[in-house]
């Protein structure tokens, strides 16, 4: 749980940082103190991520659980059909695909029969 609640924390704090590094990045010592912040959240003796976690994180979450469910349930489904939209129209590509191909070389194939006379095919020898 303790590496759980670090984890949220510290890719808070990364999606975070991306914005604040633009701002704030002349800031002296900013990025010393970016990296004590990150030995604070991580050391064992300060517990720093589970404080930040008990004490805003999961308060939030739990305040947001239930738009989060239906948001996740709409997610689900929207991606299910995002695979079947995508599957048959996968499908469908294929088979258009197949039976061009399939009547591009059935053309190609009676071209070449039809070239053939009676009189062609009567002169070639008898391999009996």
Known sequence: VRWMMY?????LFMATETFTDLLISWFPFYYEVKMAFVLWLLSPYTRGASLLYRRFVHPTLARKEKDIDAFLVQA??????TVLRFGKRGLNLAATAA??????????????????????????????
């Open 7 to 11: 984890w949220i924390v510290f890719a």
């Open 76 to 81: 689900r489904e929207r991606g299910y059909e």
């Open 99 to 128: 039976v061009q191909a399939a009547t591009k070389s059935q053309g190609a194939l009676a071209g070449r029969l039809r070239s053939f006379s009676m009189q062609d095919l009567s002169s070639l020898p008898d391999q009996a």
